[in-house]
């Protein structure tokens, strides 16, 4: 079976957490430190903060900048569900929006059609690789007086006009879960540039503490540390992020040349202006459906996009939830049903991948 996603896990990841056993500090120590300053190094930014995952680190970074009961946040309506149940954890509500057609992200204009006196936030989500349209989005926030919340969960080593994605709003957020480009088995970080939101962000991974050991406690927090074990993996996966991305780009481009000439399977847009990993190798294909059946039969594993928001079962008649003014998300229905992603893991060998292009060019041949 070739799955359609898997980390690349060796004896990189041993050699790290035999450090972690040496020391027998499995909490928060020495290697943490470590992962973060290797984030830093890699994004740019002045903080990065562990935290237990992605979803948490969306939700601290709501919390960092006070939104709650009675908030708005617009939030793109093709996305993995975490990014709208943080909203919802912290007590705001979350707005869905349209999807551009192209990258997939957010769409801008009709974002600010859903603007009133409660939106407070705006929230990006780079997917797939792809970086949202960030000129976009800064120049509306400013406009409006908005927060930026950046999901950057797909984004590790995704740029947008030379800056690392997860940078250009008040607060950005990476995910480390298995399936991503690097993974700690799970994990997220913080990444923001302001002193106050990176306080406020460990406080409340911290039990309201600025400092661990101590039992005296100014603030209202939790437990949402990250652990030696999750570090020790996340700085082996660094080291190997320059391997992973050449590997993964090597893997999209021989797809998309296998594939130039076939009508119904198109490669996605890449913003010129976006420096992209692809985290995925992802297409747009008339016969989805009919394609994931033909190749589970040959044993390849696909993945379909993700389901849009509106149509999330969780969500229907609830008023937890705004709609906002698309009753119908006709982009998000369409880029949903026709969205497959190929097999792309690192460890892809070139004859899978080869086994993949031929079966693919197999059903095409047969349909036609």
């Known amino acids: 079976m070739i799955n359609q996603i898997e980390p690349w896990i060796d004896e990189g990841e041993l050699i790290e957490l035999k450090r972690v056993i040496e020391s027998t500090f499995v909490t928060e120590a020495e290697l943490t430190e470590e992962f973060e300053k290797m984030t830093r190094d890699l994004t740019g930014s002045k903080h990065a ?60 204009e009709l974002a600010e059609k859903l ?36 999901d950057a969960a797909q984004g590790v080593g995704v740029e947008f006009m030379n800056k690392h994605v997860g940078r250009f709003g008040d607060i950005g957020i990476l995910s480390y879960y298995g399936n991503k480009t690097i993974t700690c088995g799970e994990g997220g970080m913080i990444l923001t540039d302001n002193d106050e939101y990176a306080k406020q962000c460990y406080r409340l991974k911290n039990h309201g ?47 998309t040349n296998n594939f130039s000439d076939l009508k119904f399977l198109k490669p996605i847009f890449i913003d010129s202006r976006t420096k992209p990993v692809h985290w995925f190798s992802s297409f747009l294909c008339k016969k989805r459906k009919d394609l994931e059946i033909f190749l589970k039969e040959k044993n390849i594993l696909t993945r379909r996009f993700f389901y849009p928001l509106n149509k999330q079962p969780c969500y229907i008649n609830s008023e937890m939830i705004d709609i906002g003014n698309n009753k119908d998300f006709l982009v998000s229905k369409k880029i949903y049903n026709e969205g497959i992603s190929l097999p792309s893991s690192y460890l892809l060998s070139n004859s899978e ?16």
């Not at 031929?358 to 036609?368: A, K, N, P, S, W």
């Open 49 to 108: 903060i562990t935290m237990t995952n992605g979803t948490l680190a969306i939700y601290c970074a709501l919390k960092a900048l006070r939104l709650g009961p009675g908030d708005e946040v617009i939030v793109p309506n093709m996305t993995f569900i975490a990014s709208a149940n943080a909203v919802i954890m912290a007590g705001a509500k979350p707005v869905l929006c349209d999807i551009y057609s192209d990258t997939f992200c957010l769409n801008i």
């Open 115 to 150: 603007i009133n006196t409660k939106t407070k936030a705006i929230m990006p989500v780079h997917l797939y690789g792809q970086s949202a349209d960030m000129d976009k989005v800064t120049t509306l926030a400013r406009k409006y007086d908005l927060f930026i919340i950046e």
């Open 209 to 255: 503490r600025d400092n661990k050991g101590v039992f005296i406690h100014d603030y209202i927090g939790y437990n949402f540390s990250f652990t030696e074990m999750q570090a020790a993996i996340g700085i082996s996966q660094m080291k190997k992020l320059p391997k992973i991305i050449m590997k993964k780009k090597e893997i999209y481009k021989t797809y």
């Open 353 to 368: 991948q080869n086994y993949v292009i031929d079966t693919i060019r197999e059903f095409f041949d047969y349909r036609h």
